[in-house]
């Protein structure tokens, strides 16, 4: 198993995912996976914060349409048909541990931090919890490594293959204030 190499980022690149998230991005390590323009889609995140917190979702999905994308599938109750799967596909519950030992594996390339020591993100090894963070990493490890990131990335209604970025450069539209309506 090798770690998926992190693109450098700019303080450009910091700037863009403290604009995506609406806030501030804390202790970004790399850029684990990018839009088809060079935005970054997922960061990778330090997995102890610099006030010493535990963090253990090394894959963050920054991206605002990809986000969106999979809230709207997670809204859809399609963690259930996940976890079913899981119970019911031995194929599928191995490579969903075999995700889970890769992204231990990742993460710990980064350093130790024993309060988090075995414990990945997203309900791996054994449910399916956050699809954000399934898709990170699959995003960020590639096709046919996470494989409920991978069919959440498929059902979504995103594509990494698509650019849908904001321009966070511009000033945010005025509005003025109008009549309330009921």
Known sequence: MT?????PFSSADIDLVSAQ??????????IAARCVCGAPTVVATAPRLADGTPFPTLY??????ATAAISSLEATQVMNEYNDLLADDD???AAYERAHASFLFDRDQL???PEIAGISSGG???RVKCLHALAAHSLAAGPGV?????????RAPWSPEVCVCLDYSAAPP?????????
Not at 3 to 7: E, I, L, M, Q
Not at 23 to 29: G, I, K, Y
């Open 3 to 7: 770690r998926p190499p992190f693109d």
């Open 21 to 30: 998230l609406g806030r501030p991005a804390r202790n970004v390590v790399g």
């Open 60 to 65: 963050y999905l920054c991206h605002p349409a």
């Open 91 to 93: 194929d599928v519950r």
């Open 111 to 113: 350093g130790s931090v």
């Open 124 to 126: 791996m090894p054994s």
């Open 146 to 154: 996470n494989p409920i990131g991978d069919l959440a990335l498929e």
């Open 174 to 182: 005025t509005v003025e204030p109008g009549p309330a309506r009921a």
